[in-house]
């Protein structure tokens, strides 16, 4: 008798969860009729870790403060900058359709930040860069262990972690979101600046920048 052939073999895809690595960069969700709901971008890293005070009169250590921001570029060609910094927190239900929820100083919050987009409005925005800064101290990104989580209702999560490291830049790109005939295309980019004109210069964006304080 002939010898059965075996089925198949099949491995089990973890369809809840994508992560994009510097191989695999970029992954784009589509949802009919391009209505997203409710998309959130949450920022987190290591508590516990904390990071030396610097200067003659400087004593003792402070808890990492790491900032999540974005830049937003609406359909009409206006530019927005979404962050804590200059007290820039968006709108969701009005031009920019995004918008940041609060500012955890110290790393105390244990779901760290959030940025919400209006997904309902997709059609109304053309791109976000989503960013994080080390707001004070020396940047040590190694010790922060980032992540970076997108979240979009009926979609699989993304996840990008920050792990690659330079000493030299306070601000991070972390991933792009762009409306890409109509899906949103989630694409990472972990890359490392002196600062935010650092960071726009290299994007494209073209604002201008003056100091600020939180």
Not at 44 to 55: A, F, H, I, L, P
Not at 126 to 148: C, H, M, Q, S
Not at 186 to 198: C, D, I, L, N, Y
Request: overall charge neutral; charged content about 25%.
């Amino acid at each position: 008798a002939p010898t059965p052939v075996p089925p198949p073999s099949t491995s089990s895809v973890n369809l809840s969860k994508v992560s994009l690595t510097k191989q695999n960069n970029t992954v784009s969700l589509t949802k009919e009729g391009g209505r997203f709901g409710k998309m959130q971008i949450n920022l987190n890293w290591n508590q516990s870790q904390t990071q030396k005070k610097t200067g003659f009169f400087s004593r003792g250590s402070v808890a990492i403060d790491l900032d999540l921001g974005a830049f937003v570029e609406t359909r009409d060609g206006k530019k927005h900058v979404i962050q804590a910094l200059g007290n820039g927190f968006g709108d969701f239900q009005q031009a920019p359709f995004v918008r940041l929820l609060g500012d955890d100083r110290t790393g105390s919050t244990s779901d760290g930040e959030w940025l919400e987009i209006n997904g309902d409005r997709w059609a109304d925005i053309k791109r976000v860069l989503v960013y994080a800064f080390i707001y004070e101290g020396v940047p040590n990104w190694k010790e922060t262990d980032g992540i970076v989580r997108v979240l979009v209702p009926g979609q699989p999560e993304v996840e990008i972690r920050m792990n690659e490291f330079e000493q030299d830049g306070s601000m991070c790109a972390v991933v792009g979101i762009d409306n890409h005939n109509g899906q949103v295309r989630v694409s990472r980019q972990v890359t490392f600046f002196s600062g935010h004109k650092a960071l726009d210069k290299q994007y494209d964006w073209g604002f201008r920048w003056t100091a600020g304080r939180k």
